[in-house]
C-alpha cells in the first residue's frame, strides 16, 4: 500500500498563513480525494477539508485545500492564524478500499 | 445531527479479545455509508482499522485483517469491532466513525481508551 508523510511540525505567528504538506508514496494524488483532519488535544478529530478542497459547513474560508499533480502531493493552507488553529492536523486519502493517514503535523501558533 | 458514542471495556488481558461497540443516533446505519472504526495509540498517529456496511460487507487495514471482525446490529443501530490476540500494542483510543463511500469521515465518536495489561 501507499504512505502519505506530513511535516512533523509547523509554526507560526498569529495572523499568518502556513502550509502543510501531504505527499503520496505511489499512486496518482489526483486519482484519489484527499481529506485533512484538524486533531486538538483530548479530542476526536474533526474534517475541515474534504474531497481536496472542500470545506464541511462552520469551517472557515481560512482553510483551504489543494493538490499539486507535479509533487504528487495535497497541502492545507491556512491563513489568519488564531491561536485556536493550533492542534495535529492529519491527511487521509484512500486506495480502492484501504484508508491511509498521513503521520501528522503539530501546528504551533507562536 | 449524526452522533456516534464508542461502549466496551477500558482494560483488556494480552492474548484476550478487545470488543467494542458504536451506538449511532440521528441517522439510520441501513439508509447507507459505510461505518468505520480508527485508533490511535497514546502520544501517536491514526490508523484505520476497518469499514462495515450495513449489508455486512466488511473492509479491513491489511496489517489487521487477520485479527479483526467488524459487524453491524441494524435493529439495535450499532456495529461492533473484535480484536483478537491483543497485546500492549493494541493500546490506544479507539474511534468509531462515518465512512462516506470508503472516501472519508465525516461524523466521529468520542473515543474510548482500551488498555490491554494484565
Known amino acids: 500500500n501507499f504512505m502519505l508523510t506530513q511535516p512533523p511540525s509547523v509554526s507560526a505567528s498569529p495572523g499568518k498563513t502556513v502550509t502543510i504538506s501531504c505527499t503520496r508514496s505511489?499512486?496518482?494524488?489526483?486519482?484519489?480525494?484527499v481529506q485533512w483532519y484538524q486533531q486538538r488535544p483530548g479530542s476526536a478529530p474533526t474534517t475541515v477539508i474534504y474531497e481536496d478542497n472542500q470545506r464541511p459547513s462552520g469551517v472557515p474560508d481560512r482553510f483551504s485545500g489543494s493538490i499539486d499533480s507535479s509533487s504528487n502531493s495535497a497541502s492545507l493552507t491556512i491563513s489568519g492564524l488564531k491561536t485556536e488553529d493550533e492542534g495535529d492536523y492529519y491527511c487521509?486519502?484512500?486506495?480502492?478500499?484501504?484508508?491511509?493517514f498521513g503521520g501528522g503535523t503539530k501546528l504551533t501558533v507562536l | 445531527q449524526v452522533q456516534l458514542q464508542e461502549s466496551g471495556p477500558g482494560l483488556v488481558k494480552p492474548s484476550e479479545t478487545l470488543s467494542l461497540i458504536c451506538g449511532v443516533s440521528g441517522y439510520s446505519i441501513t439508509s447507507g455509508y459505510y461505518w468505520g472504526w480508527i485508533r490511535q495509540p497514546p502520544g501517536k498517529g491514526l490508523e484505520w482499522i476497518g469499514s462495515v456496511y450495513h449489508s455486512g460487507s466488511t473492509y479491513y487495514n491489511p496489517s489487521l485483517k487477520s485479527r479483526v471482525t467488524m459487524s453491524v446490529n441494524t435493529a439495535t443501530n450499532q456495529f461492533s469491532l473484535k480484536l483478537i490476540s491483543v497485546t500492549a500494542a493494541d493500546t490506544a483510543v479507539y474511534f468509531c466513525a462515518r465512512d462516506k463511500n470508503i472516501r472519508f469521515f465525516d461524523y466521529w465518536g468520542q473515543g474510548a481508551l482500551v488498555t490491554v495489561s494484565s
Open positions: 505511489s499512486g496518482s494524488i489526483a486519482s484519489y480525494f
Open positions: 487521509q486519502s484512500y486506495d480502492g478500499s484501504v484508508h491511509v
